[in-house]
């Protein structure tokens, strides 16, 4: 069993994302972590034909689910599509592939060269990305306080649910190490327990990552150092924007941090929500007010 491989959930709609994620893992990867990709069945050979020169080992959702499926049974009939992705990234450590996976999005990649030893302290140590959110924070209380709000909230339920006492954590953004041996304690000292299907905890929890990092804490089941993300996150349109402003580039962000992830919720072509075009508009509005090409 591999003691470390690169984890993603993909499909045709990421897949030019996914293909500049898996280039720059190749184009980087100095230990030659293994990559595995997973993806719809219907669009496996799609993406087999994109990735034919990129050392990439496909499996299909299917697989994955159907292991799932054997536990749980099937889900409920509306189970929301986004979080059916996020139980895919909690339910891969059933394929016994590894002990530990670094899970990362298609909308990421890196900057530099990396190794197994930028993912744990003293070889044995997996790093717990855990911090305070101040990105995502500092850019609601600009634009958008409902933001902030809504993370508050979220950390704040799913820490009761833990019954976590303490200062509260954000234990985002992707990429992320999980370790194997930590979901299957999940399964076995939090939800079995309980009584409670995977599909209900993230019905009402919605946010894999925060589920992932309060039952470490609350339940100590490893020993894990905390750090800040590995990569650079823009979030939003106008923190890209700001960032280019400032004469950032791929090679500056890579003195910080091994990867960027360009959010395919802002990067993607399709017709903007209302609310998200607006806010767009006043900080374009600001950005030109600085400058003095516009007096309003």
Request: hydrophobic fraction near 35%; aromatic fraction near 16%; proline fraction near 5%.
């Amino acid at each position: 069993m591999n003691k470390l491989v690169i984890f993603c959930k993909s499909y045709s709609k990421d897949l030019l994302r996914a293909k500049r994620m898996a280039q720059s893992i190749q184009r980087f990867n100095c230990d030659n972590i293994k990559l595995y990709m997973s993806v719809p069945s219907i669009e496996l050979e799609l993406f087999k034909k994109a990735f034919q020169n990129l050392p990439c080992h496909f499996m299909t959702d299917e697989e994955i689910l159907n292991s799932c499926y054997k536990i749980y049974g099937h889900p409920p009939r509306l189970f929301p599509a986004h979080l059916l992705q996020q139980l895919i990234k909690l339910e891969f450590w059933r394929l016994n592939k590894c002990e530990y996976y670094l899970w990362i999005d298609s909308d990421s990649y890196f900057l530099k060269p990396f190794s197994v030893k930028n993912f744990f302290h003293n070889d044995d140590t997996p790093l717990l990305v855990m911090h305070h959110a101040h990105n995502v924070r500092n850019f609601a209380r600009e634009h958008d306080p409902r933001i902030e709000k809504k993370l508050d909230d979220r950390i704040k339920a799913i820490q009761k649910l833990f019954g976590r006492k303490g200062e509260p954590f954000y234990f985002g953004d992707p990429p992320l190490i999980w370790s194997s041996s930590v979901l299957e304690a999940m399964y076995n000292d939090f939800l079995k327990p309980k009584g409670m299907t995977i599909y209900e905890l993230l019905y009402r929890y919605p946010c894999e990552m925060q589920l992932y990092g309060e039952f470490v804490m609350a339940y100590k089941i490893q020993t894990t150092i905390p750090i800040e993300p590995f990569f650079k996150v823009f979030h939003y349109a106008e923190q890209f924007f700001d960032s280019q402003r400032k004469g950032e580039s791929e090679y500056s962000l890579s003195k910080e941090y091994l990867g960027v992830v360009m959010q395919s919720n802002w990067t993607n072509k399709k017709e903007k929500k209302k609310n998200d075009v607006a806010r767009l508009k006043r900080f374009l509005r600001r950005q030109l007010r600085k400058l003095n090409l516009i007096k309003f």
